[in-house]
């Protein structure tokens, strides 16, 4: 039994933000700080002939107006170098900056802003990215318009198809979509404070992130750049390059005039500049046994990367891995693309990668399962992973418990899941029509092969033993603050009320990478465990001396440390107070690196990922085939989260992911023409309110990982990348037509899409 661990705590930083006491970003000020405003491009593609200043620069209270030509180093990027601070010679996509304006008053800036006149010559761009694949390059210093090509083989495809008596072919589609997070883009950068030449306060992501990117565009050293987080208000991965380029304009700014510089979005600037989701093309063929054993699939999945290659490279890695879904399948052929387009360049964002392969591959099961006579339940535990099982990639499971099975059943078993399919089966009479559906996944925890994965944390026992945490990873909204300290609270013994979650600021934090791939409570757990094993040890070993105890380990719990025959020896304060007195040095690093996985470039086969985490969601809908109109009534969830560290926070993981999956699947969508957006607030680009929501049960399945800090993997992502999967096939069954593109509105269950039939073998 867990004191702290396993336990619904309070969130830590609960109480400054229902009070308001919070400060985000935008709540910042410094004294003679100037306000920045941002000149975009009229064009998504065009030529910059020239950038006239003058008038703008006559604009009382006008005290800065930088362009390309004044950023010492202009292009920078994550994986490829290739976006722009400021637009210099052409312009790549709508949101590309031309010039920024630093003045005494956001009037004043908006107003020189309104005053520059550029002279554009615009050039026919490229909006399709399977026309892209064939068009003339849009980087010009390129020689082709592919970003990445990832490949995946395992067995024969051809003799795989040989043997199926049934074969299916299918097109997928989805769209872009927004991240939609509460608060839009702040950043404020002062110059030459704390010895840094440029310290960034912002609504960052990725703090090391950041820091790396603004080094590289003024040409200084790490150390010469702090970036301190602030509270933020939502990212889902949203808050990464974006912030990184406004982070480095402000820089800019604020080292030209020698003052602070504030730099925040609008939310249509938000919406016009921020990179969004991928949207997929996708081909599935799969080939089964008329038993509905799978025997062969290939997949082709084309991503729009929009101007810049930004995350494109990794999420579609993550896609080639997972893109066959939790199935054992003999013989694979999967190649995941991504093309530039003079689009809103795409990146991070929850799911990175999955919930688009998701969509199509649930779908397709659905599919094949009413092609085989089968119902969809049977078809998937016909062919899911257990332990043991080999991956597309050709890699054993057996090294924690592949749960699949266990959590379809908890969820079909919740909501009676056969007995209402049969229901709906049956022929429907009326306008209104039920139907359910089910989707399934499996999960690679943490970065796998894209990167090098370690996290670090500080830890620091006051001589009163309260304690501060350092963590190298931030806290974006997800309760990484409560879990660590948590799990610190649960080593040590002590109260979490104890230690206090310093913010992020990487002149002190350990460099930890970035916050995604739901990788905070797994690594980033771990290093905090780490520290407070250091810590444990070192108090220990002063007491056993101290007290000349036979024992080498001591029992730390309820704010004291016993003897391992539960005879307490001291209070934990006391022990704390004695050890600093004594000299004893009460603060540790800890350090997590992730276990060896591998990857063949060429094959796609290896251990991409360390573990897995299986998660399935079931959906009841209601459909008005007369209007168009769906309403999801009901939403089942189970997820294996290895050890839920505060079960409470993972409910709110459940309850933020079913929500946008649910607006991924049937309203979500950015609307974009030749290039341009025209959906740039909230009252056109559509998300779900409380009223969209269902029922919703949500069933945390623990089956403790060998790796995971008290067993704990992760839920943040997982959550969410089912949703549309399982209304799609839902509202299929409803209304008797598959729709295979997102969203599934009104329009689209009207008119309905043709059905491409099965093709049995002779």
């Known amino acids: ?33 100037l306000y920045a405003k941002v000149l975009r491009s009229k064009y998504p593609s065009a030529r910059i002939l020239n950038i006239y200043l003058d ?113 299916l072919e299918r097109e997928y589609q989805t769209q872009f979509i927004e991240h939609a997070y509460m608060e839009p883009e702040v950043v404020i950068a002062v110059p030459y404070e704390n010895n840094s030449v440029v310290t960034i306060y912002g609504s960052v992501q990725n703090p090391f992130a950041c820091r790396n990117a603004v080094a590289s565009v003024l040409k200084i050293g790490f150390n010469q750049v702090r970036i301190v987080q602030n509270h933020i208000g939502g990212s889902f991965g949203g808050k990464d390059e974006v912030i990184s380029s ?70 579609t890695w993550r896609s080639v891995v997972q893109a066959t879904g939790p199935y054992e399948i003999p013989n694979v052929k999967t190649d995941t693309y991504g093309y530039y387009t003079n689009n809103v360049y795409t990146g991070a964002m929850r799911g990175y990668g999955s919930p688009q392969v998701i969509f199509a591959n649930e779908s397709l099961m659905d599919e094949l399962a009413q092609e085989l006579g089968m119902n969809p339940l049977d078809l998937r535990l016909k062919n899911i992973f257990h332990d043991n099982s080999e991956t597309a990639s050709g890699q054993k499971l057996d090294n924690h418990k592949v749960s699949l099975e266990e959590v379809i059943k ?44 370690a996290a670090g944390i500080i830890l620091s026992i006051q001589k009163d033993g309260t304690v501060y945490l350092y963590s190298g990873l931030a806290e974006n909204g997800q309760g990484l603050k409560t879990a660590f300290s948590q799990i610190v609270a649960e080593e040590l013994g002590i109260d979490i009320e104890k230690i206090n979650f310093m913010v992020v600021d990487t002149l002190v934090s350990p460099d930890s990478g970035s916050t995604v791939a739901s990788r905070a409570t797994l690594i980033g757990g771990n290093a905090s465990l780490d520290a407070a094993k250091n810590l444990k040890k070192k108090l220990t070993d002063f007491i056993v001396k101290k007290y000349n105890l036979v024992f080498n380990e001591l029992i730390f719990k309820d704010n004291s440390i016993y003897t391992p025959d539960q005879k307490k020896i001291i209070s934990f304060d006391e022990a704390a107070s004695q050890a600093y007195n004594s000299g004893v040095f009460l603060s540790s690093y800890g350090w997590y690196k992730a276990p060896e996985i591998s990857w063949d470039e060429e094959t796609g086969q290896g251990r991409p990922y360390f573990t897995y985490v299986y998660g399935c969601q079931i959906a009841e809908v ?54 341009y957006i025209n959906n740039t607030n909230f009252d ?7 009223k969209d929501m269902p029922d919703i049960t949500p069933i945390i399945v623990e089956n403790p990982d060998p790796n995971g800090p008290y067993g704990a993997k992760s839920i943040g992502e997982p959550t969410l990348e089912l949703g549309a999967a399982a209304i799609a096939n839902a509202v299929a069954q409803a209304t008797g037509k598959r729709i295979r593109s997102l969203p599934i509105n009104l329009e689209k269950i009207l008119v309905g899409h043709s059905l491409k039939k099965g093709r049995k073998k002779k």
Do not use: W
């Open 1 to 33: 039994m867990f004191n702290s661990v396993n336990q619904p705590k309070k969130r830590i930083d609960a109480y400054e933000k229902v009070t308001g006491k919070a400060k985000f970003a935008d709540d910042l000020e410094f004294p003679n700080m």
């Open 684 to 690: 056109e680009y559509l998300i779900p309110t409380v």
């Open 55 to 167: 008038e703008a620069k006559k604009i009382p209270g006008v005290k800065a107006i930088i362009t390309a030509n004044d950023i010492p180093n202009n292009e920078f990027g994550v994986i490829i170098p290739d976006q722009q601070v400021l637009a210099k010679e052409r312009t790549y996509f709508i949101g590309d900056g031309i010039a920024v304006v630093a003045a005494e008053t956001p009037e004043s800036a908006k107003k020189a802003v309104e005053s520059i006149k550029v002279e554009y010559d615009e050039i026919s761009g490229i909006f399709d990215p399977l026309e892209s694949k064939n068009a003339p390059s849009i980087h010009e210093d390129k020689d082709n318009n592919q970003v990445i090509h990832h490949k995946l083989r395992k067995g024969n495809i051809e003799e795989g198809f040989k043997r199926c008596d049934v074969i």
């Open 246 to 315: 406004m982070a480095a304009r402000a820089a800019v700014l604020a080292l030209k005039t020698n003052r602070p510089v504030k730099l925040k979005n609008t939310r249509e600037e938000s919406i016009i500049e921020s990179y969004k989701r991928h949207p997929y093309n996708m081909r599935y063929k799969v080939g089964a046994t008329k038993e509905g054993k799978l025997l062969a699939m290939e997949i082709e999945a084309i991503a729009d990367s929009g101007a810049y290659a930004c995350q494109t490279p990794f999420v």
């Open 410 to 453: 908890k969820a079909a078993d919740s909501i009676n899941f056969l007995e209402k399919y049969k229901e709906y089966s049956r022929e429907q009479k009326g306008d209104k029509r039920k139907g359910i559906g089910m989707a399934i996944s499996y999960r690679g925890c943490s970065l796998g092969a894209e990167a090098v994965d």
């Open 622 to 675: 209601e459909v008005d085939i007369g209007t168009g109109e769906i309403k999801v009534l009901k939403m089942v969830a189970a997820h294996d989260v290895g050890r839920a560290i505060n079960p409470a926070n993972v409910l709110g993981q459940f309850y933020g992911g079913i929500s946008m999956g649910l607006g991924y699947g049937i309203m979500e969508e950015l609307d974009i023409n030749e290039g």
